[in-house]
């Protein structure tokens, strides 16, 4: 039996968690569960907790989040890293180590964000630790859970403290040569898609709330599980009415028309790459995700 490790920003409104939670505890045989960073309320205390501020961007909350639980001394040696947003759709009694290919074959198919050029600076780091004299270097940025060991994870994060977008998976993959499976990624973004095969699927917030996959996974866990205080279960999510959004179908569906606030298009850009946008003006999103 493992420990679970979440690393969780800030929120009480996290149904992916809440949908999270009740996979790992249907699916993933496991002894404790821990959330570094933020714990929703609604979390039963069941949930071990390392607070932590989360004030900084959310890459900088996520490493700090991941250098928290490694630090903490209740916390096992050896533990599956979650994010929020996985979920287990089926039984699974081992963590599998897989990739997305090299760094360079993602960033071609990434857009432009503070996400992709992270990548290329993590990709230059380990080219100057020496990590690309065998070959190609790997990207670890695969929506699903991870296997950490704790003192490695801190020496990977004491490597990348310069980085402000760190992509810790693939220092860590890399920096320890872990190798594995490639595989494609299992983030779901369009709201159309189902589920990918497989056990483990993650989705955009967009994809969960108004797509078919999240409505897949509510149905695949409606009960409360232990892990919620009291063991109520809250309304699934409502789809609010998009007043400035752009038709349902076809390219583009779903996305704000240009007198729409910045938010919902800061909001857009993120169901559409996963990358931090809240430094972008209005007029910077709608030049690059505008179509």
Same mark, same amino acid.
């Given at each position: 039996m493992?420990?679970v490790?979440? !690393?969780v920003?800030?929120?009480d409104?996290?149904?992916?968690?809440?949908y999270s939670l009740?996979?790992?505890?249907?699916?993933?045989p496991?002894?404790?569960v +821990?959330?570094a960073?933020?714990?929703?309320? +609604?979390?039963?205390?069941?949930? #071990?907790?390392?607070p932590?501020?989360?004030?900084?961007?959310?890459?900088?909350?996520?490493?700090a989040?991941?250098?928290?639980?490694?630090?903490h001394?209740?916390?096992?040696?050896?533990?599956?890293?979650?994010n %929020?947003d996985?979920?287990v759709m089926?039984p699974?009694?081992?963590v599998?180590?897989?990739?997305? #290919?090299t760094?360079d074959?993602v960033a071609?198919v990434t857009?432009?964000?503070?996400?992709?050029?992270g990548?290329q600076?993590t990709?230059?780091? *380990?080219?100057?630790?020496?990590?690309?004299? %065998?070959?190609?270097?790997l990207?670890?940025?695969?929506h $699903?859970p *991870?296997?950490?060991?704790? &003192?490695? *994870?801190?020496?990977?994060l &004491?490597?990348g403290a310069?980085?402000p977008?760190?992509h810790?998976?693939?220092?860590y993959g890399n920096?320890?040569?872990?190798?594995g499976e490639?595989?494609?990624?299992v983030?779901v973004?369009s709201?159309?898609?189902?589920?990918?095969?497989g056990p483990?699927?993650?989705?955009? %917030?967009?994809a969960?709330?108004?797509?078919?996959a999240?409505e897949?996974?509510?149905?695949?866990f409606? %009960?409360p599980?232990r892990?919620?205080a #009291?063991h109520?279960? $809250?309304?699934?999510?409502? !789809?609010?009415?998009?007043a400035?959004? @752009?038709?349902s179908e076809?390219?583009?569906a779903g996305?704000?028309a240009?007198r $729409?606030?910045? @938010?919902?298009w800061?909001a857009?850009a993120? =169901?559409?790459?996963?990358g931090?946008? =809240? =430094? *972008?003006?209005?007029?910077?999103?709608?030049?690059?995700? #505008?179509?």
């Amino acid at each position: 039996m493992t420990h679970v490790v979440y !690393v969780v920003g800030p929120g009480d409104a996290n149904e992916e968690l809440r949908y999270s939670l009740r996979s790992l505890a249907a699916h993933f045989p496991h002894e404790e569960v +821990w959330i570094a960073g933020h714990r929703p309320s +609604w979390v039963s205390d069941t949930v #071990g907790h390392i607070p932590l501020a989360q004030t900084r961007s959310r890459f900088q909350n996520s490493t700090a989040n991941m250098r928290a639980a490694c630090e903490h001394p209740e916390v096992a040696e050896e533990f599956v890293y979650f994010n %929020d947003d996985f979920f287990v759709m089926e039984p699974v009694d081992h963590v599998p180590v897989v990739h997305r #290919g090299t760094v360079d074959e993602v960033a071609a198919v990434t857009r432009s964000s503070l996400y992709r050029r992270g990548g290329q600076a993590t990709q230059l780091l *380990m080219k100057r630790l020496g990590l690309a004299e %065998d070959g190609p270097v790997l990207s670890y940025e695969v929506h $699903a859970p *991870m296997t950490i060991g704790k &003192a490695r *994870m801190l020496e990977v994060l &004491a490597k990348g403290a310069g980085l402000p977008v760190l992509h810790k998976r693939s220092l860590y993959g890399n920096y320890w040569r872990l190798g594995g499976e490639q595989i494609t990624d299992v983030k779901v973004h369009s709201r159309e898609h189902g589920l990918p095969p497989g056990p483990f699927v993650s989705t955009s %917030d967009d994809a969960f709330t108004h797509g078919r996959a999240g409505e897949l996974i509510r149905k695949a866990f409606p %009960d409360p599980c232990r892990y919620e205080a #009291g063991h109520e279960d $809250a309304e699934p999510p409502q !789809v609010p009415v998009q007043a400035h959004a @752009a038709p349902s179908e076809g390219p583009g569906a779903g996305r704000p028309a240009t007198r $729409a606030p910045v @938010a919902e298009w800061r909001a857009w850009a993120d =169901s559409q790459d996963p990358g931090d946008h =809240s =430094s *972008m003006t209005k007029a910077e999103l709608i030049e690059q995700y #505008g179509g």
